[in-house]
C-alpha cells in the first residue's frame, strides 16, 4: 500500500458510470415487469450492492485502504436502445481518493443487473465503465462531456 501517513485528511469525491447494454427481447421484458425477473427487483438489488460493494473495495483490491465512506449513492437509469447507465458516487474525509470506491461500487451494480437478468439472456454487454469525477486529491479529475458528431 502507499503510505499516506503524513498527508493532511481532506474531502474527497468521486463518481464513476457504468453501462449495459441489453437485447431488445430483454429491455422489452424488464419494461414489461417493471425492472422484476424471477429473482426481484433489478434495479433495487443492483444498487444495494452497489453500495455493499463500494464499501467494500480493500476487501477485493489489494492494495486499496480501508475507507468508512461517508456517502455513498448508486443512480441507475434506463436509457433509449436497451442501455442502462449507473452512477456510483462516494465521499469521504481521509488521506487518500475514494476513485477506485465509486468503479468498485458502479461495476458491482452492473454485474448485480446481469447476474438477475442472464436467465433472459446470456447476450448482455457491460461496458464502459470509467471514472468521470474525483475532487480533493493532489489532483482534481473531470471528464469531458462527449461532443455529438454532426
Known amino acids: 500500500m502507499v503510505d499516506v501517513g503524513a ?12 453501462f449495459i447494454k441489453l437485447p431488445p427481447l430483454v429491455a422489452r421484458e ?3 415487469t417493471g425492472h422484476r425477473t424471477k429473482k426481484g427487483p433489478v434495479f433495487d438489488t443492483a444498487i444495494v450492492a452497489g453500495v455493499m460493494a463500494a464499501k467494500r473495495t480493500h476487501e477485493i483490491i ?3 485502504h480501508p475507507l468508512a465512506l461517508e456517502r455513498c449513492s448508486v443512480d441507475i437509469a434506463s436509457q433509449p436502445g436497451g442501455r442502462i447507465r449507473i452512477i456510483c458516487s462516494v465521499a469521504v ?3 487518500t481518493g475514494v476513485e477506485m470506491e465509486a468503479l468498485m461500487g458502479a461495476t458491482a451494480a452492473a454485474l448485480t443487473i ?8 446470456h447476450d448482455i454487454e457491460i461496458g464502459p465503465v470509467r471514472l468521470l469525477t474525483k475532487s480533493g486529491g493532489k489532483r482534481d479529475f473531470k471528464r469531458a462531456p462527449k ?3 454532426s
Open 7 to 18: 498527508k493532511t485528511a481532506t474531502s474527497r469525491e468521486a463518481s464513476a458510470e457504468a
Open 30 to 32: 424488464l419494461a414489461r
Open 62 to 64: 489489494p492494495f486499496c
Open 93 to 95: 474525509h481521509h488521506k
Open 114 to 121: 446481469y447476474d438477475m437478468c442472464k436467465a433472459l439472456s
Open 147 to 149: 461532443r455529438k458528431k
